[in-house]
Protein backbone atom coordinates (compact mmCIF):
# COMPACT_ATOMS: atom_id res chain seq x y z
CA UNK A 1 0.00 0.00 0.00
CA UNK A 2 1.08 3.51 -0.64
CA UNK A 3 2.68 5.29 2.32
CA UNK A 4 0.87 8.88 3.00
CA UNK A 5 4.57 11.28 2.79
CA UNK A 6 4.46 13.80 5.30
CA UNK A 7 3.69 17.63 3.93
CA UNK A 8 6.58 19.69 3.12
CA UNK A 9 7.84 22.54 0.68
CA UNK A 10 7.70 19.47 -2.22
CA UNK A 11 4.74 17.87 -0.53
CA UNK A 12 1.36 18.76 -1.20
CA UNK A 13 -2.27 17.64 0.49
CA UNK A 14 -5.24 16.39 -2.22
CA UNK A 15 -7.54 18.28 -2.05
CA UNK A 16 -10.46 15.44 -2.68
CA UNK A 17 -8.84 13.26 0.08
CA UNK A 18 -6.62 15.19 1.89
CA UNK A 19 -3.65 12.62 1.69
CA UNK A 20 -0.36 14.08 0.92
CA UNK A 21 1.77 13.51 -2.05
CA UNK A 22 4.77 14.76 -3.94
CA UNK A 23 3.63 16.91 -6.83
CA UNK A 24 7.02 17.77 -9.24
CA UNK A 25 5.99 20.83 -10.36
CA UNK A 26 5.93 22.23 -6.82
CA UNK A 27 9.19 20.81 -5.83
CA UNK A 28 10.42 22.41 -9.12
CA UNK A 29 11.07 19.87 -10.82
CA UNK A 30 10.45 19.90 -14.97
CA UNK A 31 7.61 17.50 -14.68
CA UNK A 32 5.50 15.82 -12.37
CA UNK A 33 3.78 12.15 -12.30
CA UNK A 34 0.25 13.93 -13.07
CA UNK A 35 1.85 15.18 -16.50
CA UNK A 36 2.05 11.48 -18.43
CA UNK A 37 -1.94 11.26 -17.34
CA UNK A 38 -4.26 12.33 -20.54
CA UNK A 39 -4.38 16.46 -20.59
CA UNK A 40 -8.29 16.85 -19.62
CA UNK A 41 -8.30 18.90 -16.98
CA UNK A 42 -6.43 22.03 -16.16
CA UNK A 43 -2.81 21.61 -13.85
CA UNK A 44 -3.28 24.28 -11.54
CA UNK A 45 -0.39 26.54 -11.08
CA UNK A 46 2.57 26.21 -8.45
CA UNK A 47 1.12 29.06 -6.30
CA UNK A 48 -2.37 27.30 -6.66
CA UNK A 49 -3.41 25.46 -3.56
CA UNK A 50 -6.84 24.23 -5.60
CA UNK A 51 -7.09 21.42 -7.76
CA UNK A 52 -4.20 19.60 -6.03
CA UNK A 53 -4.96 15.73 -6.88
CA UNK A 54 -3.69 12.42 -5.02
CA UNK A 55 -2.53 10.31 -7.89
CA UNK A 56 -5.40 8.15 -7.29
CA UNK A 57 -8.23 11.09 -7.48
CA UNK A 58 -6.83 12.09 -10.33
CA UNK A 59 -6.92 9.41 -12.15
CA UNK A 60 -10.50 8.87 -11.11
CA UNK A 61 -11.52 12.67 -12.09
CA UNK A 62 -9.84 11.59 -15.81
CA UNK A 63 -11.43 8.52 -16.20
CA UNK A 64 -15.10 10.54 -14.96
CA UNK A 65 -14.41 13.16 -17.83
CA UNK A 66 -13.17 11.16 -20.85
CA UNK A 67 -16.72 8.99 -20.52
CA UNK A 68 -18.66 12.08 -20.97
Same mark, same amino acid.
Given at each position: ? /??????? *????????? =?????? !????? /??????? *????????? =?????? !????? /?????????????
Amino acid at each position: P /DTPLPLS *ATNTACTAC =GKPFRC !GFRAG /DSTCWCA *ALPQVIPVP =GQSSKE !GRLYP /DCLRKQVEAMQQQ
